[in-house]
């Protein structure tokens, strides 16, 4: 079945820094969103992607759908304590349906 | 509340019982997904409802699992004769279903954490 592969696994950063994470696929995705999850809690949406080569801010947060469909970024800028959580990339496996396929997360840890 | 919720929060049941889990979506949302979230994995879509009706529900892993909506509100997901590999966060989530399939944001909820003994 579809996979999403995230990497890094996990990231150890100081506050201030500049974060990059990807997401890949072994087929193509017509739609990529990326949630975070902090402890105990279900995941919230952050950015929507619906276009490939789209470009979306959030805030801090910038995503990109990849040209080839089988692939997004996410990049956060300037980290805060509060960024913490397990990022996950998403996305519906087809047109024909509402269920989504999760990546296998990035866990973000920031030091002040 | 405004949000999606979930009970109980925490369950921890001996092997071989039946659990049910409880997820009431944000009012009005007429779409309601089931997912499972094994420890420091992603989340797994077991299954969806539009209304009452589930479309799909080809992310159940076994017949011990089931599920029901009604009133096109509450859903309960049943387990089964649980086993210790059912242990696991299941989250459930909402969302309108007015955008068009695949697009339409999910809200979850906090999710039910089940430990099997």
């Known amino acids: 079945g579809q996979q999403l592969n995230q990497s890094p696994q996990s990231m150890f950063i100081q506050e201030g820094e500049d974060v990059s994470m990807n997401c890949t696929s072994s087929?193509?995705?017509?739609?990529w969103l990326w949630y975070k999850q902090d402890p105990g809690e279900g995941p919230v949406l952050l950015i929507a992607?619906?276009?490939?080569?789209e470009l979306t801010s959030n805030g801090r947060l910038t995503a990109q759908f990849g040209i080839t469909r089988k692939d997004s970024f996410l990049n956060i800028s300037a980290s805060i304590p509060s960024d913490v959580g397990i990022y996950f990339c998403?996305?519906?496996?087809?047109?024909?349906?509402?269920?989504?396929?999760f990546g296998t997360g990035t866990r973000l840890q920031v030091f002040p | 509340g405004a949000g999606v919720s979930q009970s109980p929060s925490n369950k921890v049941t001996e092997k071989g019982k039946d659990v049910e889990l409880r997820c009431d979506p944000i009012?009005?949302?007429?779409?309601l997904y089931w997912y499972r979230q094994r420890l420091g994995q992603g989340l797994e879509f077991l299954i969806y409802?539009?209304?009452?009706?589930?479309?799909?529900k080809s992310g159940l892993p076994s017949d011990r699992f089931s599920a029901e909506r009604t009133g096109e509100s509450v859903s309960t997901l049943t387990i089964q004769r649980t086993q210790q590999e059912d242990s696991a966060v299941y989250l459930c989530?909402?969302?309108?279903?007015?955008?068009?399939?695949?697009?339409?944001?999910?809200?979850f909820g906090p999710g039910t954490r089940l430990t099997v003994l």
């Open positions: 087929s193509i995705f017509n739609t």
């Open positions: 409802f539009q209304g009452n009706s589930a479309p799909d």
């Open positions: 989530a909402s969302s309108l279903a007015q955008r068009g399939l695949g697009t339409d944001t999910q809200y």
């Open positions: 998403a996305g519906p496996p087809s047109y024909n349906t509402d269920k989504l396929i």
């Open positions: 009012s009005g949302h007429t779409a």
């Open positions: 992607l619906y276009k490939a080569g």
